[in-house]
């Protein structure tokens, strides 16, 4: 049967919580999500399955219908969120959209670990500003009401529930106890745990990231396998983010789903192609990176909640695209961009069909002029023609190579010192061709140049320094209100002066190239 488009399994073959005691069944039930964007090791026995489903009929799941397909029990992303826990990392991350139930998936692990393992302690926050009133909100909501249902009667219940404002906690027989704290107690911060965990962490401010990752990895010393996990959806920055901060550290374990992070925008502009946005496919990339679709959520609310929020706001609630406020990952991977080497020499001349791009930093500061030409089996080649530091005398330089190849210079309208180089150049005689590009095209260009990157298509040379030296520093920055990323520096406040300007000139020349014509209409295909 179908859900919103989306395959899922028919009742018959609903795997119940009984049945996710088999191994076998766990699988193959785990398998039923889309491709993650990463995820780590995952590992699954006889001890973790019971753990998680314990966990489970503590929260009532084998009861609960989901709300994508109406039926009961563990949905198949929480079943890779348990095994990815249980792979027994000691620092964790876990983005995933919203509606895919991972807190619930989180808070089944440790609830059926603190009932099965003695003297387990735990220790749970929300990154809210106002985390205390919110975690013991959840705490009632998500956990006491329906252990409460479970077991109506405190004396029978096999372990204590105190919802006392800020000491919330269920203590076990067994020595193990769930405590939910405010990020900022001094508890939360100073005591001992098996697990330490922080939902909601795409929210903390840098503060609030720097003092816990302080403060709890100290909390862990001395635990058998301790964890400290994070989870949210995509944060609205990247830099300082406690979320970015697990998801990227170094034998972190990992489990995240969402678009890539080049994903063109123009296909995030509407629901489905239309004439207005013929490229745009956002239903198409929930169905293929949303793994609560036909589980937990329904395609249409999906679809609701794309006309009634922001664009920014839905890519990362619900594509799970990071936002770039604070980006300072570098966004091109080194060993990728080694593989880009040639070891024949540079071409000692151009050929018949090359497209020219130049770039100029925002203040004047470095200027660039790149080309860009086809090569064999569909690859491109891409290559620094001239970089120096300010402008003087680089607009003659730019009008000697253009002539001299017969070429138009591609350059971005948009950026005023740009236009100040091109304007007499154009006014000379005879007038220099140009290209100016459209608004949209400055983003698409680093999209298409991270595209031919990525598939191994693109091709550069020794002794292009300055462009290597900007492929190692180059990270997404924001481009308008629509969720698009452009080529940025690392940190504009502290250090405006960084030079990119010869990645951004050999992308715009590599995204015009197909435009560019020679005598036959045919380009030369040179090099490798």
Aim: charged share 25%; with cysteine; net charge neutral.
């Amino acid at each position: 049967m179908t859900s919103g488009g989306v395959l899922v399994a028919p009742a018959g073959v609903v795997p119940s919580v009984a049945d996710l005691q088999d191994e076998a069944t766990w699988l193959e039930w785990r398998s039923r999500i889309p491709v993650a964007a990463h995820v780590t090791e995952l590992v699954t026995t006889d001890q973790t399955r019971a753990e998680f489903l314990e966990g489970a009929r503590l929260l009532r799941m084998d009861v609960r219908r989901r709300g994508g397909d109406g039926f009961s029990g563990p949905s198949p992303i929480q079943l890779v969120i348990a095994d990815m826990l249980n792979a027994g990392k000691k620092f964790n991350g876990i983005m995933e959209p919203r509606r895919t139930t991972k807190t619930t998936a989180v808070q089944a692990v440790i609830l059926g670990r603190c009932s099965l393992r003695e003297d387990y302690l735990v220790g749970w926050t929300l990154a809210k500003k106002d985390g205390g009133q919110k975690t013991g909100e959840r705490f009632r909501k998500d956990i006491v009401t329906h252990v409460e249902r479970l077991y109506p009667d405190p004396k029978t219940r096999p372990f204590i529930i105190n919802t006392g404002k800020g000491t919330e906690h269920i203590r076990w027989p067994n020595g193990s106890y769930f405590n939910a704290y405010a990020p900022g107690n001094e508890a939360f911060t100073s005591g001992a745990y098996d697990v330490a965990w922080v939902d909601e962490a795409q929210d903390a401010t840098p503060e609030m990231a720097e003092d816990m990752m302080t403060s709890i990895p100290p909390t862990l010393d001395g635990r058998f396998l301790p964890q400290m996990i994070a989870s949210g959806t995509a944060p609205d920055f990247q830099q300082g983010n406690l979320l970015w901060k697990l998801l990227t550290m170094p034998g972190a374990g990992v489990v995240r789903h969402g678009i890539p992070e080049d994903t063109d925008p123009a296909e995030l502009e509407a629901w489905e192609p239309d004439e207005e946005h013929p490229h745009a496919r956002v239903r198409e990339l929930i169905e293929l990176n949303h793994p609560g679709i036909g589980y937990t959520t329904p395609l249409s609310d999906v679809l609701d909640n794309f006309h009634a929020m922001s664009s920014k706001a839905f890519q990362r609630e619900y594509l799970s695209l990071p936002g770039e406020e604070g980006s300072a990952t570098a966004l091109i991977k080194q060993p990728l961009w080694t593989k880009t080497r040639t070891e024949k020499a540079f071409p000692k001349s151009m050929p018949s069909v090359v497209a020219l791009a130049i770039a100029i930093h925002p203040d004047g500061k470095w200027a660039s002029l790149a080309a860009a030409w086809h090569g064999t089996k569909g690859r491109r080649h891409v290559a620094l023609l001239h970089h120096q530091e300010g402008v003087d005398g680089f607009g003659k330089k730019v009008l000697l190579r253009a002539r001299k190849l017969n070429r138009r210079v591609i350059f971005d309208p948009g950026r005023p010192v740009e236009n100040v180089e091109i304007a007499p150049l154009v006014a000379g005689r005879p007038p220099m061709r140009t290209r100016p590009l459209a608004r949209m095209e400055i983003p698409r260009s680093a999209v298409l140049f991270m595209r031919f990157l990525n598939a191994g298509d693109l091709v550069t040379y020794h002794g292009q320094d300055p462009l290597d030296a900007a492929a190692e520093i180059v990270v997404r920055r924001a481009f308008g209100q629509t969720g698009a990323w452009a080529f940025g520096r690392p940190d504009e406040k502290t250090r405006p002066d960084d030079d990119i300007t010869p990645i951004e000139a050999v992308a715009r020349a590599l995204y015009a190239l197909d435009d560019e014509k020679g005598p036959g209409g045919v380009p030369e295909l040179v090099g490798v």
